[in-house]
């Protein structure tokens, strides 16, 4: 039996917790994920801290992918291990949900855990981007009539997407269980799903260890909101060889084969920031 969520902050923060001994720290050891050969394990101490506290667990990994989680044998931890087999409930065979559902979509403008229902999607602080978001025909385009739901943004841009949804079908208002298990829902999901995206990428994104200088990022900064080569010059009163030169130079650090993917790939290691 799985410790309930308030013995586990307790230990988590008191100065008298035994350390790798504690409650927390004993179910955070469960779902880690160090080799393939984890994952089972890992997923089944996802499902029973889910189950226990009345919850199902959903999970992808990568929103922008087609493929299912699976575990070291190739079977599908959302059916097998989580249990979504019955008719309409293999989310995953629908290649389209991630483009319809709210809940995938919600995490791309959200990074901390939310609730959801038909009526709104419900944070620790106000998201303008969640309160427009389109929830017409809520249960028919997420599958499910309630949910917490935790993103978990990943190195490269990868965005992934794990929802709890309650057990009982009646229960709509997930305020209370929110406050309750949110942060423990959070850190287990995020620990797990860092474990699972490490063994299972199978190739490099990025050079390692790829550092801009100051000039290249500014110069990237203004082309990644369209501006040319010549314009930039301008803002920055450089000439335009200079300007050519730092972005060609900032391809070569990130192995772009054109200034699009120069861009693409400087964002994705977070040295452009937001735009507004």
Not at 95 to 124: D, V
């Amino acid at each position: 039996m799985i410790e309930t969520d308030a013995t586990i902050r307790q230990a988590k923060f008191s100065e008298n917790a035994e350390g790798r001994n504690s409650p927390f720290n004993t179910l955070a050891q469960r779902v880690t994920i160090r080799r393939v050969e984890d994952i089972r394990d890992a997923a089944l101490a996802l499902h029973e801290m889910a189950q226990t506290r009345g919850f199902r667990v959903a999970a992808c990994d990568d929103i922008s992918s087609k493929e299912p989680m699976v575990d070291a044998d190739g079977a599908i931890i959302n059916g097998e291990i989580f249990g979504w087999m019955a008719d309409g409930e293999r989310w995953w065979e629908d290649s389209r949900l991630a483009l319809n559902s709210p809940l995938p979509r919600a995490c791309r403008y959200e990074s901390e855990p939310f609730w959801c229902n038909e009526t709104g999607m419900f944070g620790r602080w106000r998201n303008e981007y969640l309160e427009d978001m389109d929830l017409t025909d809520f249960r028919k385009r997420s599958l499910v009539h309630a949910a917490i739901v935790v993103p978990v943004h990943l190195p490269f841009g990868q965005i992934s997407a794990v929802s709890f949804t309650p057990m009982d079908k009646s229960l709509t208002d997930l305020s209370e269980l929110f406050e309750k298990h949110a942060d423990l829902m959070a850190s287990m999901t995020r620990r797990f799903i860092a474990g699972y995206v490490m063994v299972m990428r199978t190739k490099r994104r990025m050079p390692s260890d790829c550092m801009l200088s100051k000039r290249e990022v500014e110069c990237l900064r203004w082309a990644a909101i369209g501006k040319t080569d010549k314009e930039i010059s301008m803002i920055l009163d450089r000439s335009h060889a200079t300007i050519r030169y730092h972005i060609h130079r900032a391809g070569e650090k990130l192995d772009a084969v054109n200034r699009s993917q120069t861009i693409f790939k400087a964002g994705q290691l977070g040295y452009l920031g937001a735009s507004d």
